[in-house]
């Protein structure tokens, strides 16, 4: 759901990444986004689906990099956004 997101939401996703001149506004974003991600992966680990060592900013950057390789690529479709970020 959230690579389905980030894939509709291109932008959004390279201002997660971005540096840390953002507004307020932004970094508001930036930390709900980082809280709902350290949510998921906590959740993740715990079923025993993550590795121990990954944590929410590994996930973070992985995302962002699917969204920004559709944004260089143009939409990579479901099947191979879902394969890379499966990896």
Do not use: C, W
Request: hydrophobic residues 45%; without cysteine.
């Amino acid at each position: 759901a959230t690579a389905d997101f980030l894939a509709a939401h291109k932008a959004l996703a390279e201002q997660l990444a971005a540096s840390p001149e953002l507004s307020q506004v932004d970094q508001d974003l930036k930390a709900r986004y980082h809280a709902k991600v350290t949510a998921i992966v906590s959740r993740a680990q715990s079923a025993g689906a993550l590795r121990p060592d990954v944590g929410p900013t590994d996930v973070t950057m992985l995302l962002s990099g699917v969204a920004h390789a559709i944004s260089v690529h143009g939409d990579l479709g479901p099947v191979v956004r879902n394969r890379y970020l499966g990896v």
